[in-house]
Every structure is written in structure tokens, then in C-alpha cells.
């Protein structure tokens, strides 16, 4: 927009300090990916406004609905995990509530493996439960059976994530899909620590990849993001009113369905328009920037970071400070089987081990490491140390922490891009202060071996 009205007569500062300067619409050939920070686009003229408010014509209108900058990451993540469609949000719990409440209402049932993110367990249990969705979970998840005995007439999908953590177990996914077709229900797989790089749900039968992008995707501990794939090969249609929200008319769409409106995309398209539009987890411009600039090179971090992880796995496995070692690329792992088969590329950076000794081991570790940071956090360049039980599992009682395999001594690690000699060094240090700790024993150990025995 020029500063001077057609007449010639200049304009007023309060006109100028908005206006002055700026066209809007223009496109210089930036290589590197705009950011779009616009609230609004503008609609060259009065029909073309009233297009933008149609069922879905592809133009711009609002950033909630659909950002230039957002939309590029969506269709660069769609290309990696080989779907049909993506949705970028504010964070992976965001992705994981949009993706699920697109496909659950009132009464239905979820069934999950009991190896999950713990904000996921949160959200069902404590949220779906009080929106009257209930959540199952299997008892083996490696075993079919127990899949099969855990759907109910009223189950809508099944709920999984690819490498769990932080113990590995990983998911037989095939299995799982095979189980969820013959009930005509879609599989939703959690792909944040295997990223599209390693493993791609989809070829394996999932319907929905969802991701938390703050991880490996942004890779730089920067940002938060979430990303929803649509693998569009679903066949709501054939599922007759199972999933009458995508298959039945619909207003905003002129009464079509979302099916016959977007085909093989109508999930993907309901879960944008119509759940992530209404309940706003909309991602920033900025974020979708800095997520972009992670995922130009995942490809290097990942394979680095599971080389990484392999060696240290390697490392602590020879050590006699500590008990076990839970990383599926590990040849006496008993996932190596499924590692083989799903993770042929590398088995991922974040894994645990148990040290002996229990809470007091683990507390002098944490305490003395220099180059690994105390941080929760996952998929950051830089390597991270965690003690899950007093943590992010801290809720959990010592009963159920048994069950799942997290132990008082259990310490979780997401590797970097560091030299590996230099992150071995710094555990090699670290665990000299267990033998100080052995000669000097401090006041406190009386209350830390009862704690011990509790969690035992
Ligand atoms: C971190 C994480 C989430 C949640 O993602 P946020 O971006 O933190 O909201 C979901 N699933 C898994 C597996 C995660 O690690």
C-alpha cells in the first residue's frame, strides 16, 4: 500500500505508522522458509471472502485455520511419514488430544499398552474419563490375545506408542494394526522416539501417526510442537455409522459428509476443521519455523544420537556399577527381535539402566555428572539424565512403578550428538562417586535403604 490516497493528499501519521512501507500479498523468493506472523490474510475482494468461508477452498484467512509458515511444515512431515494429510499443534499433548477427540465421543472405549507417556496416561484416565471415554489397557502387549480380550463392542481405537519409554519395550506394530483392523477400528501410534527417519507406522499398518515435535522433529530443545499424520487408508465408509461424525452430513460442509468431501483425508480434515479449529491448540508461526529448521536435519542427528545410544548402551553393559541396560539395540535385549524388524536404521537415543544400589546409586549420579544435564525433556542435541521414579513417575506408587519395570536404581538417558568418548567419560566420573559414597556413608542413608526396601 502506497502512503498517499489516489487525490495526491498525503496521509496522517497515525495512517502512516500502520500503513507506510508495507504490500501485502507479495512474494520475494525467500529459499529459507517465511515466517508468516499474520493473525489474518487479506480477500482481494468481496467474493473472494465469501469463498474463504466455503467448505475448505484452500485460501487463507486465519491463522487458526491455516498459516502459510504451518502449512509447510504440515505437508513436509506429511511427505516424511508417508501419509495423506498432517496437522501441526501446539504441543504433542495437543496432538494427542486433537487426534484422539477426532475420533472419540461419550460412551466410547481406548484401549493402550501400559507402556505410554505419562501426560497421555494423564489425559486419559484423569480428562477422557470425565468427558465419559474409558481407557483399557492390555495386560502382554506382545501378545494377541491380549488385545483381542481387551476391545469391547464400544472400542473406537487403539492407542500405542512405537518405542516406548523410557524402558524400549518396544510395540509390535503389525500385530497390534491386524488386531485393530478385524475389529474395524483404527490403530494411532505415538512415533515421537522413533521420528519418520527410523520408522514409519504407516508401512506397518497404523492409520494415525502422531508425534510430540518438540522432541527429535525440533531436535534443539527449543520449542514445543505437535504434529497429527493422517495415513489415509482408513475406510470410515465401510465402518457404516461407527464413525458417523465423518461419515454422516455435516452443516459446515453444506450437509456433505467429511468423507465424501476430502475422501481419503476426511479424518485428517475433521480433526482440523472441526476439533483442533474449536478447541485452538494452534501452533506459532515461529514454532512451526524453528520445528521446520530441526527437521532439515533429523536424518543426522538421529543416526548420530542412535550410534550414540548404542555405544553408551555397549559401555554401561561391560560396567559393574550397574544391573541392566534396557536399549532394544542391544544383541541380549529381548525387543532385538523387534528391533531387527521395525529399527533396522538405528534403535533411537533414549533408553535407561538400572544401577545397584537403588535410589541412593542413582541420587549420587545424578548429582555428579557435568556434561549430561539434569533435565526431563527428550530428543535435545545435547544429552539428558533423569531419575524417573522420584520424577516424571513420581506419582506412580512403588507397586505399580514394580510393574512397569521402573526401579529406585532406574535412570534415563536421551543421547546427543556429543563425542562418545567424552559422554562415557563423564558416567566413568560420575560413577567414582559411588565409591566415595561407599567409604563416606551420609547421614541420610538410613531413610534412603527403607525407601529402598518399599520400592523393591
Ligand atoms: C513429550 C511427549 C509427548 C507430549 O508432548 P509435548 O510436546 O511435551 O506436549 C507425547 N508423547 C510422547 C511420547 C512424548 O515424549
Known amino acids: 500500500m502506497s502512503d498517499r490516497l489516489d487525490d495526491g493528499r498525503p496521509h496522517g501519521f497515525s495512517t502512516r505508522q500502520l500503513h507506510a512501507g508495507t504490500v501485502s500479498g507479495t512474494a520475494p523468493h525467500a529459499r529459507a522458509l517465511p515466517i508468516y506472523a499474520s493473525a489474518g490474510f487479506t480477500f ?4 473472494e471472502a465469501e469463498q474463504r ?14 498459516n502459510p509458515t ?6 513436509r512431515l506429511t511427505a516424511l511419514e508417508g501419509g495423506t494429510a498432517a496437522i501441526l499443534l501446539g504441543s504433542g499433548q495437543a496432538a494427542v488430544s486433537v487426534a484422539l477427540l477426532a475420533l472419540l465421543e461419550t460412551g466410547d472405549h481406548l484401549v ?4 505410554i507417556y505419562e501426560g497421555s496416561r494423564g489425559l486419559f484416565t484423569d480428562n477422557f474419563s470425565r468427558l465419559g471415554i474409558t481407557t483399557d489397557e492390555v495386560g502382554d502387549p506382545l501378545d494377541r490375545a491380549s488385545w483381542q480380550d481387551a476391545l469391547r463392542p464400544n472400542t473406537r481405537a487403539i492407542f500405542v506408542e512405537s518405542i516406548p519409554n523410557p524402558r524400549n519395550d518396544l510395540t509390535d506394530l503389525a500385530l497390534v494394526a491386524d488386531v485393530a483392523h478385524a475389529h474395524g477400528i483404527p490403530l494411532v501410534v505415538d512415533n515421537t522416539f522413533a521420528t519418520p527417519y527410523l520408522l514409519r507406522p504407516i508401512e506397518h499398518g497404523a492409520d ?3 508425534h510430540s515435535a518438540s522432541k527429535f522433529l525440533a531436535g534443539h530443545g527449543t520449542v514445543l510442537g505437535g504434529v497429527i499424520v493422517d495415513g489415509g487408508s482408513f475406510d470410515w465408509q465401510a465402518r457404516g455409522d461407527r464413525y458417523q461424525h465423518l461419515t454422516g452430513p455435516n452443516a459446515g460442509l453444506r450437509g456433505l459428509s467429511y468423507v465424501e468431501h476430502a475422501g481419503r483425508a476426511a479424518y485428517a480434515a475433521y480433526a482440523r ?14 514454532n512451526a519455523f524453528l520445528i521446520n529448521q530441526g527437521i532439515e536435519t533429523l536424518s543426522l542427528r538421529v543416526q548420530r544420537q542412535s ?3 548404542l555405544g553408551l548402551a555397549t559401555w554401561l553393559r561391560r560396567r559393574p556399577e550397574v544391573e541392566s541396560v534396557d536399549y532394544s539395540g542391544l544383541t541380549d535385549s529381548p525387543y532385538r527381535g523387534l528391533a531387527d524388524r521395525y529399527l533396522p536404521r538405528g534403535q533411537g537415543a533414549v533408553f535407561s539402566f538400572t544401577l545397584r544400589g537403588g535410589r541412593r546409586s542413582a541420587r549420587t549420579v545424578i548429582d555428579a555428572v557435568g556434561l549430561f544435564t539434569r533435565m526431563t525433556n527428550l530428543g535435545d542435541v545435547r544429552s539428558l539424565i533423569l531419575h524417573p521414579a522420584s520424577t516424571t513417575h513420581a506419582t506412580r506408587s512403588p507397586a505399580q512403578l514394580a510393574a512397569s519395570g521402573i526401579g529406585e536404581g532406574l535412570l534415563r538417558v536421551s543421547v546427543g550428538i556429543e563425542d562418545i568418548d567424552d559422554l562415557t567419560r563423564d558416567l566413568e566420573q560420575a560413577f567414582a562417586a559411588l565409591e566415595r559414597v561407599v567409604e563416606e556413608p551420609p547421614a541420610s542413608e538410613a531413610l534412603t535403604l527403607v525407601q529402598d526396601g518399599v520400592a523393591a
Open 70 to 75: 504451518v502449512d509447510a511444515v504440515e505437508r
Open 273 to 286: 476443521q472441526v476439533v483442533a479449529l474449536r478447541f485452538g491448540p494452534t501452533p506459532s508461526p515461529f
Open 208 to 210: 494415525i501417526v502422531v
Open 53 to 66: 468461508f466455503g467448505p475448505d477452498d484452500g485460501g487463507y484467512s486465519y491463522s487458526r485455520v491455516g
Open 307 to 309: 550410534e550414540n545410544a
Open 44 to 47: 482481494a475482494d468481496f467474493d
Open 112 to 115: 493402550t499398552s501400559p507402556s
